[in-house]
């Protein structure tokens, strides 16, 4: 116990000498968090709109007001005629078309029925789809306060609620996969580079020439990084609390230790890549772009995996940050307990001692 000290100490007079160590621990992740926090939401804000008005009538200057009261739309011509609003689609200039027809507002008081077209520009369909839903709840708000003082024989008044998330805030989604994304490449970086280093420096051979165990040396190399990791990990989370609003609904210390497994998974499998790489260049590449990918396409914060073919499906079974995720989302968001994410945890642990295994079989104790 007393050489596994020393070699941990060792480990951590390493990492504090190395600027860029700590600079991809803790500067990278607070980078990451704030970035992707702010720029990934899926709400579509600041469209460019045009109005095509040819009633130029009460209801429709009302409408129009209601859009511009709106945080959603940016109002870039409140009279075009249809010439003109083909032309800014094709330069890009707008988003989305607004077109009142003639006498809207007669037709609203006497037919009691008027219409409005929308259109939009396709090429990118999710957004287009956003926009219309976007006009459309207006102009259903616009409908419902002209009804209020109307006779309806018969009213269906639909009433929504938004569970976890009321506000449809699009960053309380992608700060769970942003951390698992975030904690996945750095543990799995730093530790990759753990024992190619020590074989590039021309120190392993101390090492296979003392005493210890490997299984010594494999956790002598990932306690000072899980202590970094989870210094790291609480960094992450002030700063999503505090500065991006993330609530946690469920208990602290549950979501702690889920992460402390995750982390050790993470580590894990960055000691396998080191064992079973030749250089720091190669082991970096491997733990850095190899594990960015599948973590974004499989952990399902972006692309719901629900969409994938089955063959994807089951390819993401086997990426940790997957099960992270589920587990940070149901603690965070809908304060559930262990006895709600036991499944998840115990596939990580699952992970985590395969993954420590195969490091501990593919250490080499031979350098030749």
């Not at 999710?126 to 459309?136: G, W």
């Not at 202590?227 to 609003?245: E, G, K, P, T, Y």
Request: include cysteine.
């Amino acid at each position: 116990m007393k050489q596994l000290v020393v070699f941990i100490r060792k480990e951590f007079y390493h990492v504090f000498r190395d600027r860029r160590t700590l600079l991809i621990l803790f500067g990278l992740p607070t980078a990451q968090i704030m970035l992707f926090g702010y720029a990934l939401s899926s709400e579509v804000k600041n469209i460019s709109l045009a109005i095509v008005d040819f009633s130029k009538d009460v209801a429709s200057q009302q409408i129009v007001g209601k859009i511009q009261s709106s945080t959603y739309f940016t109002i870039q011509q409140s009279t075009m005629s249809y010439g003109d609003m083909e032309r800014a689609f094709l330069k890009g200039k707008i988003k989305a078309a607004l077109v009142f027809p003639t006498d809207f507002y007669d037709d609203l008081q006497h037919v009691k029925k008027a219409q409005i077209q929308i259109i939009t520009d396709a090429s990118d369909p999710n957004t287009a789809t956003t926009i219309t839903n976007y006009l459309t709840r207006i102009v259903g708000d616009y409908q419902q306060e002209m009804n209020q003082n109307a006779r309806v024989p018969y009213q269906i008044v639909t009433e929504m609620r938004m569970l976890y998330n009321p506000d449809m805030n699009g960053s309380l989604n992608f700060i769970p996969g942003v951390l698992a994304l975030i904690l996945m490449i750095v543990c799995t970086t730093l530790t990759s580079v753990s024992i190619v280093r020590e074989k590039e420096l021309g120190t392993m051979e101390v090492l296979l020439v003392s005493p210890f165990q490997p299984i010594l040396v494999l956790i002598a190399k990932a306690v000072p990084y899980l202590v970094l990791s989870l210094l790291d990990f609480v960094l992450i989370l002030v700063l999503a609390v505090f500065v991006l609003h993330m609530p946690i609904r469920g208990s602290v210390s549950l979501l702690f230790a889920e992460s402390t497994l995750f982390i050790i998974c993470c580590l894990s499998l960055g000691l396998m890549i080191s064992n079973v790489t030749s250089s720091q260049q190669v082991a970096m590449l491997v733990s850095m772009m190899g594990m960015m990918l599948p973590t974004i396409l499989f952990t399902g914060f972006i692309f719901p995996l629900e969409n994938m073919p089955v063959p994807l499906q089951i390819i993401a079974n086997v990426v940790p940050s997957r099960w992270y995720y589920l587990i940070v989302k149901a603690i965070m968001l809908k304060g559930l307990g262990l006895g709600a994410v036991w499944k998840e945890t115990l596939i990580l642990m699952g992970m985590t001692l395969a993954l420590l295994g195969i490091s501990l079989k593919n250490f080499k104790i031979r350098l030749a």
